[in-house]
């Protein structure tokens, strides 16, 4: 006997932007109801009734599909990611350019095209313009955007061998692999249900017990929430312009790097990747290199503030040499997995020895980026592995033209074909980076300027707008084509190239 759907599966099989839709209408009564409490009456007006009509239009749209046959295409999944990253931002902006009312609606679109897909630059670089529930909003679009990508990366970038997986998977970026599919990959909506039951919860009480410690360790409620959604999303969105302006100190730095770790491999928190066969956390390549870059990085910039300190008789400085020293390794850990977020000690790091820091090092690290299947951007380092593999092998030949390479199952894979598509990768990456440089170019944007944004988009880490450069970069001071040629870079760093490619190719929406 069939059972008939239930009022869960109804939903479950309604079109997935939808569902998204109908998520965002409902988050939109936190801040309403936090305006409130606040007595910010306007601003939880404008998100009450934003609330109110997204549920609505949720409810006839739903009722509109009832009956009706799913019918989810092979890249259908992919091209409800791509609508939401490029069109949900729509309506995101709604109740905060309504709540605000002070600034156009371009504005407040291209603000939360920033947030939802975690680059976090900002066009209101004066906290107190924004009011305690806008900076909510903010804060809590960009860690939505962020457990987005997290279910994104296992339930519709993995079985397409996109996202990074493609290093190591046996078939084509963009297609299943058919020999395993039949055991690894289930239908699409059920592996979504599946791998959201697993993560949400996840990613719910590691956010929560951040903002715990961070109120702890001194913050006022608000900014440890903002925070601590800032840190998972890898987002670094800040009510009060940055950990300078937090008062958790060196501890609440400590506590959020402990929380970074997890955008660093997502085998810090599951097995349920590729690199899982490397044979445990210790092993892992991501995490590895990670490390290697957070304490390999920062002691160069060490020895060299060292030398410099010691070139103007300030050896004897152990403590500022100690500060210099954590500063340098926070900041690392933060732009390497596109967080964004600058120690407060960072400036200490820069000035003690009389030396500056170039922000190239910073942009470098962003566009390595982060784990796969992490909320992080950038290149990933497993592609990064891959390609160090590579090298090394390559070197390998020349001394020896005729060994054979071994190692692990993992090592062949990447070696035999992981190697090839992480440098296609890189090349997209790098054509990319050019093109949205040359056009910022030639909207009027200086060199410079136009080098740091398209990194900053591509990398997903808006922070480099105000850290990269000798001076921070205005998005609101650009021309109507420059923040949309921004916005659009962001949403093409976020889904990454591959991705737009799949969805361009004719023959994978067959079926």
Not at 31 to 47: D, K, N, Q, S, Y
Not at 284 to 294: N, S, T, Y
Request: glycine share 12%; hydrophobic share 50%.
């Amino acid at each position: 006997m069939i059972r008939p759907p239930n009022l869960q599966d109804r939903v479950l099989q309604l079109p997935l932007f939808l569902l998204m839709f109908g998520a965002a209408s409902v988050s939109m009564l936190v801040p309403a109801i936090h305006g409130g409490v606040i007595r910010e009456l306007a601003t939880a007006r404008a998100f009450l009734y934003s609330a109110t009509l997204g549920i609505v239009v949720f409810g006839l749209i739903a009722l509109a599909h009832a009956g009706r046959a799913p019918r989810h295409g092979t890249l259908g999944p992919l091209m409800s990611l791509f609508s939401a990253f490029a069109f949900l931002p729509l309506f995101l902006a709604v109740p905060f350019h309504e709540g605000l009312g002070t600034t156009s609606f371009l504005n407040a679109y291209i603000e939360m095209i920033s947030s939802f897909t975690t680059t976090g630059a900002t066009l209101f670089d004066t906290p107190g313009r924004l009011n305690d529930s806008l900076h909510l909003w903010r804060a809590q679009v960009g860690w939505m955007g962020g457990l987005l990508m997290w279910i994104a990366a296992s339930a519709i970038l993995a079985p397409l061998n996109l996202g990074g997986f493609e290093v190591t998977a046996r078939a084509e970026p963009g297609r299943f692999d058919e020999r395993n599919m039949r055991h690894h990959h289930p239908e699409g909506r059920a592996r979504l249900v599946k791998v959201s039951k697993t993560l949400v919860p996840i990613y719910i009480g590691l956010t929560l017990l951040l903002w715990v410690l961070l109120i702890f360790g001194g913050d006022r409620s608000l900014v440890a929430l903002c925070h601590a959604m800032s840190i998972m999303a890898t987002s670094g969105i800040s009510p009060v312009g940055g950990i300078s302006g937090s008062e958790a100190g060196i501890s609440g730095e400590m506590v959020m790097a402990l929380f970074m770790l997890f955008a660093l491999s997502r085998m810090t928190f599951s097995t349920d990747t590729v690199t899982s066969e490397s044979g445990g956390l210790r092993h892992d390549p991501e995490f590895r290199i990670g490390i290697a870059l957070v304490l390999g990085v920062p002691l160069i910039l060490f020895l060299r503030h060292f030398l410099g300190a010691i070139d103007i008789g300030e050896q004897n400085r152990l403590i500022a040499a100690g500060v210099a020293l954590w500063g340098s390794v926070f900041t690392v850990l933060s732009f390497l997995t596109t967080t964004g977020f600058a120690s407060a000690h960072w400036e200490t790091s820069q000035n003690w020895s009389g030396l500056a820091t170039p922000g190239m090092i910073l942009m470098g690290l962003a566009m390595i980026g982060g784990g796969v299947a992490t909320t992080a951007g950038g290149v990933k380092l497993l592609r990064v592995f891959a390609l160090y593999q590579a090298g090394l092998r390559e070197m390998e030949k020349l001394v020896h033209p005729h060994s054979v390479g071994g190692g692990t199952s993992l090592g062949r894979r990447v070696l035999k074909g992981g190697a090839f598509i992480a440098w296609i990768f890189f090349m997209l990456f790098a054509i990319s980076l050019t093109f949205v440089t040359l056009v910022l170019g030639s909207l009027g944007v200086d060199f410079e300027s136009s080098l740091t944004m398209a990194v900053a988009a591509l990398s997903t880490t808006g922070p480099l707008l105000d850290w990269a450069g000798d001076a921070p970069i205005r998005l609101q001071e650009l021309g109507t084509g420059a923040k949309s040629v921004f916005a659009a870079a962001m949403v093409l760093g976020r889904l990454e190239t591959l991705a737009i490619i799949a969805l361009l190719t004719p023959d994978l929406w067959r079926g």
